[in-house]
């Protein structure tokens, strides 16, 4: 089993990723505080792995809620179900919420676990590639406001992430699709060496080999370690890994939550930063060629949906939550592995990169 540690002080906390080990019962006696501890997962993962998770936690007093599937119940009245279940059972602070789920079970049960009388502690068991990979790592919680993606929601880091390769096996393709997305953001964030591996093991991970998905899964967990460590809190160099989100999110919302997939809306945004940093003479065209050739090899989208217009994504981009004193900050590159912050870009070819990609 690999562990690596998020450090971020009295808040650290390990990540394991083995095959086999959401039964594991000693990993969960070693975080879990109290006794008295609530799973929540949803109505896809429910059937095939809370067997085996109640099994390991027969020493606890159980409860468990399973919540509608997609990110079009990623709100406010989705936690309130959790709330519900939690104050009919009596759970009070010295109990442990467990996410048994993919990133959007992990993203509304970590705000629940943020919010419950000021706070409880929670477990990460990710289901999905995507959400081993980033979302159940760094403590970002959260759901959706009609009017923006992630509007509401709070930094709270669990006990420990629980990733079990195994997990991946039963997961859709479309998902493990979805998931290579941000596999691919932390080699162009500022990974040159994993990108490189990845142009080279894309089809392993697509035919789910066990060395190379847990390989990325280490390598993408460690890199977003090693920049949540260094600014928990999205003071600076974390927004880094926002690489593609500010176009992702505007085409999530606009195509309505879970028509687009987050990994699939984050592909096709990584493109659009891409294009831009090469209209601004920052990013050479080759390595835009590089970034659509290993996302389209990974069967990602590379363009934004021609329903959209280049007016709805600047509007929706306008409600950012990453807006400070009305100006975005953008994640732009130098090229692959060389991405920064940019909070003073051109708007007027911004305009002119979205006309084109939207035409």
């Not at 109640?54 to 399973?66: D, I, K, N, P, Y």
């Not at 159940?136 to 390769?165: E, L, R, W, Y």
């Not at 990584?270 to 996302?295: F, Q």
Request: a negative charge; hydrophobic letters at 40%.
């Amino acid at each position: 089993m690999t562990t690596l540690n998020v450090d971020l002080g009295e808040r650290s906390y390990p990540i394991y990723i083995d095959g086999g080990i959401v039964n594991n019962a000693e990993l969960y006696q070693r975080h879990i505080k109290g006794k008295k501890v609530l799973i929540v997962t949803d109505d896809n993962v429910a059937d095939i792995y809370l067997p085996r998770l109640l099994a390991a936690l027969s020493g606890f007093e159980c409860q468990h809620v399973s919540l509608p599937a997609g990110e079009a119940h990623k709100n406010l009245a989705t936690v309130n179900k959790i709330y519900d279940v939690l104050m009919q059972n009596n759970f009070d602070r010295n109990c442990t919420i467990i996410a048994l789920g993919g990133g959007v079970v992990g993203d509304i049960t970590g705000f629940a676990a943020a919010s419950y009388q000021r706070g409880v502690s929670f477990v990460q068991v990710p289901t999905t590639l995507l959400s081993q990979v980033d979302s159940s790592v760094g403590g970002k919680t959260g759901v959706n406001h009609p009017m923006g993606k992630n509007m509401i929601g709070a930094f709270h880091q669990p006990a420990c992430v629980i990733a079990d390769m195994d997990f991946l096996d039963s997961l859709p393709k479309r998902e493990l699709t979805a998931g290579m997305a941000e596999v691919i953001k932390y080699g162009l964030i500022d990974d040159l060496e994993f990108f490189e591996w990845l142009e080279q093991h894309v089809p392993d991970l697509l035919n789910l080999n066990k060395a190379a998905l847990a390989k990325a899964v280490e390598r993408s967990c460690a890199n977003k370690s090693r920049i949540v460590a260094a600014d928990e809190r999205e003071a600076g160099k974390r927004a880094l890994l926002n690489l593609g989100h500010t176009f992702g999110h505007a085409i999530e919302n606009a195509m309505g939550y879970g028509n687009w997939l987050h990994g699939e809306a984050i592909s096709a945004g990584m493109c659009l930063a891409a294009k831009y940093s090469c209209d601004l003479g920052l990013m050479p065209a080759a390595d835009v060629a590089r970034t659509e050739n290993i996302l389209s090899l990974a069967g990602l989208p590379i363009t934004p949906p021609k329903e959209m217009t280049e007016d709805k994504c600047l509007e929706l981009m306008s409600r950012d939550k990453k807006m400070r004193d009305k100006t975005l900050t953008l994640v732009l590159m130098h090229g692959i592995g060389q991405s920064f912050l940019c909070n003073d870009f051109d708007q007027k070819q911004l305009l002119k990169t979205l006309k084109l990609a939207f035409a």
